[in-house]
């Protein structure tokens, strides 16, 4: 039981560069949730899905995309990165309504954009 | 969702009990308490959650009074691998909450030898 897994760990583009991080959990959780961290700050969400085929905005969605096309799988993608977007970036996951309100986190995907 | 406030930062000593507090003044009836931990670069973990009265299990306890209003983290005996940043968050395990979970800034615990 893997639990929620990041991929890349690490990544650096170059400004105007696309790229896609992918978030898969294995617990069968309904809902997935993508934040960024920048140093010494607290987490920012960014867009979550409350389930497959779904998606909605957080706080900071502006230079983001995100697509759950299967329950499992939660994609973050850039377009075209700004380095303002420098930052690391953590998935999670959590059940459904009538679950626990606890959402497990993946290890984090650091991203530099140059 | 319920906003929560907690310090930004608190230091102890090893072997020191240490009282994190969060207030959350328009928690609502349906709402639990969850806190998290968050090591350097990791992810943060849940540690505890609870919805009145005393919860306790292998690494915290967490007191709630009668009201809700606030509630406290309490780590007995600290050690060096305390250190850490400790989220407090509110919400109820429907939809409507889930449907967005916003951490705030955390509280910044150092604790020194």
């Known amino acids: 039981n893997a639990g929620v897994t990041q991929t890349p760990k690490f990544r650096v583009l170059k400004t105007g560069q696309s790229m896609t991080l992918l978030c898969a959990q294995d617990?069968?959780?309904?809902?997935m949730y993508w934040y960024r961290q920048d140093p010494g700050m607290g987490l920012r969400l960014i867009h979550y899905s409350v389930g497959e085929g779904t998606t909605a905005k957080g706080e900071v969605p502006d230079g983001y995309n995100v697509s759950r096309l299967k329950k499992q799988n939660f994609l973050l993608g850039l377009e075209s990165a700004a380095p303002s977007q420098t930052s690391v970036y953590f998935c999670?996951?959590?059940?459904?309504?009538?679950?626990?309100?606890?959402?497990?986190f993946g290890a984090g995907s650091r991203l530099t954009v140059l | 969702l319920a906003k929560t406030t907690q310090p930004i930062s608190m230091d102890s000593y090893e072997g020191q009990e240490v009282n994190i507090t969060c207030s959350h003044n328009?928690?609502?009836?349906?709402?639990?308490i969850t806190w998290y931990q968050q090591f350097p670069s990791q992810g943060p973990r849940f540690i505890i959650q609870g919805y009145k009265t005393k919860v306790t299990n292998e690494v915290a306890s967490l007191f709630i009074p009668a009201d809700r209003k606030s509630s406290t983290l309490s780590l007995p005996r600290v050690s060096l691998s305390d250190t850490a940043v400790y989220y407090c968050?509110?919400?109820?395990?429907?939809?409507?909450?889930?449907?967005?979970?916003?951490f705030g800034s955390g509280t910044r615990l150092s604790i020194r030898p």
């Open positions: 617990m069968n959780h309904e809902y």
């Open positions: 968050l509110v919400g109820s395990p429907g939809y409507s909450s889930a449907s967005k979970i916003i």
């Open positions: 328009n928690i609502a009836t349906n709402d639990y």
């Open positions: 999670a996951s959590r059940a459904g309504a009538s679950g626990a309100n606890v959402l497990t």
